[in-house]
């Protein structure tokens, strides 16, 4: 009977005596992954305390015949079982060994007496098919015999927690075929710390990786205490997709007593961002190499201190295949109450309840909104009768957000006031994915047919991603029914030509809002159909030829050639307060819930522009590259030839308008007959600037795409995607054929590259 193993011994297979988290660790460990030393009480510990001590039948007589439905039933028999575990004595031999071994860490450590961290690890936990992530409890800042026994002896006890206890039942699993472990690890001091999955558990993205972050222990990270930052990193490039920073306003600590504390943040921390551009991608890495080497999605908790980065626990994601029918978020309309961050997909409308108290939550009934500050474990009954959950605190992967993924039950987190702003029996609707909690019961405000497109077997799926160009948003439907994998350019002209009115004459009769939400409606319309596939806005180029025949465009100046006159950016500088108002449009969405709008501006000549577009942006409270991925339109031959300056200026991403590109290049007016047949956008000179632009961002890592009429032939396409391009931008009608020829494209790089190796 092995009483005590150490992580040299562990490997992933050694559930049944290490449990989920201590396998995990040692698998970790051995595969030289950066693991805090450990050595684990097993699971045969674990049964021979049982049996010595004499528990078993006892704790069978307090279980039998009861209902875990029945809150109070479930809380009184939980407190019994674990009263009788935590105060009977330990047997000596068992008690011997646990010492020994933490000495012996304590010599390794170079201390007399090192803080430790006792974590649960049950023999069933964080299986590929169970997850009993959050049922046992962990113990930080143990110091010295008597607190190391202690925390073992309530670790075991903790396999009879009211949440565990009900999960066993409702899984059906026996509760003595279940043991549990106690990891015994050095405590790391940490600076920073939180939770990551290598998976985005919303939008179930494979390319995309979720980390969290908070100051101080992780503690108020995995228990929702904290608001934490929350990052979005693609994998493959590791972009940094998203930033999320949050209000911090608690922290956890260890004090000069070696007691974890919550204490208020320092000042200059509250709104700080947690960790630096560098340190996420460290993180990302580690991530990345605990995934290939488990070869699954994995969930993982990770601390720094002092700059070193430490893993303290890995697990399987459980939650990506569950999910529940319910309804779209696209296109609803309502009042809207309260934000936050969504956390589990789906669109649920109940009366709200509001919990302060555990002993409370009897009172949530089926089809019911759960609200309260956070949920513990000791929800999870009533959790699984909500039909919504809404909290105060929270973040990707708190509680609430984990156990409503597994559950299927939509979630908002992190709202900062819904147990004070909502009202008990108020009926409100949730959308769990846009983070969006509405007045009333709303839904879509018509049942529309979807445009169907008939597609010839099965779909052709490409590394180079294959979007739509979307003049006017009543299009977007159609668009979206390609299967494109999103809008590489929304043209923002046909949103005010559609409204017959200029927009200065709207802006001075009507009031800036009134501008504000006629971009934002038009936007709104494509960014629904095609969510949360992104959709990039290009801000308004409107020529002067086009706009004078508007109510109010009789001020429009007459211009000879208004292909080269006041257009593009260099008219919105000059007229800012409309640009405002497409930057404040895009703020509004954002705040709407509507992540996947990106930004960019046309008709850029010199980085000056692009400096002052982000001034503008400050202005509105609108953070170009933090918000919003934020791009330029590569239009012009200036443009092309200080591509390295423009990207020093800081960009996400660049886009190829390779419609006026080729004219002003080569010269010609492509609205001017005469000249049309000289008018090729496969001219030397052309490729040359495009292959320059493409080749200078993709050594720099910054996306390139390409909406232009070149975007739509397959000749330039083939020779787009051999010099690397992100995404191609097609016409509508366009899609599937770029798609294809690109596939071909793409699996002729492939094979040229196997035969030179041969």
């Not at 010595?52 to 209902?67: F, G, H, Y």
């Not at 930052?229 to 490039?237: E, F, G, Q």
Request: net charge negative; with cysteine; proline share 4%.
């Amino acid at each position: 009977m092995k009483l005590i193993t150490w992580l040299d011994d562990l490997r992933n297979d050694d559930v049944d005596i290490a449990g989920g988290k201590g396998a995990s660790l040692g698998e970790m460990w051995n595969a030289k992954l950066p693991v805090p030393p450990a050595f684990v009480v097993t699971s045969e510990a674990y049964r021979y305390f049982i049996k010595e001590t004499k528990l078993q039948d006892e704790i069978e007589r307090i279980l039998s015949n009861i209902d875990v439905n029945n809150n109070e039933e479930l809380n009184k028999a939980s407190k019994e079982v674990r009263y009788a575990i935590e105060n009977v004595k330990i047997p000596d031999d068992l008690k011997l060994s646990i010492i020994e071994s933490y000495h012996k860490m304590c010599e390794l450590s170079g201390d007399d007496e090192t803080f430790v961290a006792v974590r649960s690890s049950a023999t069933a936990e964080d299986l590929p098919d169970a997850s009993f992530a959050g049922q046992q409890e962990t113990f930080l800042n143990m110091k010295g015999n008597e607190q190391v026994l202690q925390a073992v002896q309530e670790c075991f006890s903790s396999l009879f927690t009211p949440r565990a206890i009900f999960y066993r039942e409702e899984k059906g699993f026996d509760h003595f075929e279940v043991a549990l472990a106690a990891v015994v690890q050095k405590m790391v001091n940490a600076d920073q710390a939180g939770v990551m999955f290598t998976v985005n558990p919303i939008n179930q993205d494979y390319n995309q990786m979720v980390i969290e972050g908070a100051w101080g222990l992780g503690e108020g990270v995995v228990s929702g205490t904290v608001s934490p930052d929350t990052y979005i990193v693609a994998k493959d490039t590791q972009e940094i997709l998203s930033v999320n920073v949050a209000r911090k306003d608690t922290m956890f600590i260890k004090d000069a007593d070696g007691v974890t504390k919550e204490i208020k943040t320092p000042e200059d921390l509250i709104e700080k961002q947690v960790l630096s551009e560098e340190m996420i991608k460290k993180l990302e890495n580690v991530g990345q190499t605990i995934e290939n080497h488990y070869k699954r999605p994995m969930d993982i908790e990770w601390s720094i201190e002092n700059g070193e980065i430490y893993m303290l626990q890995a697990r399987p994601i459980t939650t990506l295949t569950e999910k529940k029918d319910s309804k779209s978020s696209n296109e609803i309309e309502g009042k809207i109450i309260l934000k936050g961050i969504g956390a589990s997909p789906g669109v649920e409308s109940g009366k709200v309840k509001i919990i302060s108290e555990i002993e409370e939550i009897g009172k949530i009934l089926d089809g019911d909104i759960l609200v309260t500050k956070m949920t513990t474990p000791d929800m999870v009954p009533a959790m699984k009768k909500a039909a919504a959950i809404i909290t105060d605190d929270g973040g990707l992967t708190c509680h609430a957000a984990i156990i409503s993924r597994e559950l299927g039950t939509p979630c908002v987190v992190g709202t900062k006031g819904a147990t004070k702003n909502l009202k008990n029996e108020e009926c409100v609707t949730v959308d769990g994915e846009k983070g969006i909690v509405y007045e009333g019961k709303v839904g879509k405000p018509e049942e529309k047919a979807p445009a169907q497109v008939v597609y010839a077997g099965a779909p052709v799926i490409t590394a180079t991603e294959i979007k739509a160009n979307v003049s006017m948003p009543e299009v977007a439907e159609r668009a979206a029914a390609t299967g494109a994998d999103g809008v590489g350019l929304l043209r923002a002209e046909h949103m005010i030509l559609g409204t017959g009115v200029h927009p200065g004459k709207i802006l001075n009769e009507q009031g800036e809002g009134a501008l504000t939400e006629v971009f934002a409606e038009g936007i709104r319309k494509v960014a629904d159909a095609f969510y949360p596939r992104p959709v990039t806005y290009r801000t308004l180029d409107a020529p002067t030829d086009e706009f004078v025949g508007l109510k109010g465009g009789e001020d429009e100046p007459h211009e000879h050639n208004p292909m080269m006159g006041w257009r593009g950016i260099r008219r919105g500088l000059d007229q800012s307060e409309i640009l405002k108002c497409e930057l404040k449009a895009i703020k509004k969405l954002r705040e709407d819930g509507y992540r996947n709008i990106n930004v960019m501006i046309p008709l850029v000549t010199n980085v000056d522009e692009i400096k002052k577009v982000k001034e503008i942006a400050n202005e509105v409270g609108l953070k170009l590259r933090l918000d919003v991925e934020f791009g330029v339109m590569v239009e012009t031959p200036a443009a092309a030839l200080i591509i390295d300056d423009i990207i020093e200026e800081g960009i996400d991403f660049i886009s190829l308008g390779t419609n006026d590109l080729t004219q002003y290049t080569i010269a010609i007016d492509r609205n001017n007959e005469n000249v049309s047949k000289y008018y090729l956008e496969n001219h030397p000179a052309v490729l040359k600037l495009i292959e320059l632009v493409i080749t200078s961002c993709k050594r720099a890592g910054v996306k390139t795409s390409i909406c232009g009429q070149a975007g739509s032939r397959p000749q330039i396409v083939e020779k787009l995607v051999e010099w690397g391009i992100t995404s191609i931008s097609a016409n509508i009608d366009a899609v599937e054929t770029i798609r294809n020829v690109v596939a071909r494209t793409e699996q002729k790089i492939i094979l040229e590259s196997i035969r030179k190796q041969k």
